[in-house]
């Protein structure tokens, strides 16, 4: 009897993969950082690595702070 060839997920559901069920395509939301539309997947939701590493400067260099309540309580034990 000859091997059969590997099934990959659709086949052992029964069913054939249809169109529909495709990969979408990335939307063309703008760049957070210039305002391109951002549909190099590797890099969304930026359009570039560029926008990506500017973004990820402004965290490191603490532009960008995310707000919450100061531990008083911390320095004190």
């Known amino acids: 009897m000859p091997a059969e060839p590997p099934k990959d997920a659709g086949e052992e559901s029964g069913r054939e993969k249809s169109?529909?069920?495709?990969?979408?395509?990335?939307?063309?939301?703008?760049?957070?950082?210039?305002?391109?539309?951002?549909?190099?997947?590797?890099?969304l939701p930026f359009c570039?690595?560029?926008?990506?590493?500017?973004?990820?400067n402004r965290w490191l260099s603490g532009r960008y702070?995310?707000?919450?309540?100061?531990?008083?309580?911390e320095d004190e034990e």
Do not use: M, Y
């Not at 570039?48 to 990820?56: A, Q």
């Not at 995310?66 to 309580?73: A, D, R, S, V």
């Open 19 to 43: 169109a529909s069920e495709a990969p979408s395509k990335p939307s063309s939301k703008p760049c957070p950082e210039c305002g391109k539309p951002a549909e190099n997947p590797k890099t």
């Open 48 to 56: 570039s690595s560029r926008c990506r590493d500017v973004d990820l």
């Open 65 to 73: 702070v995310i707000p919450g309540k100061e531990n008083q309580g």
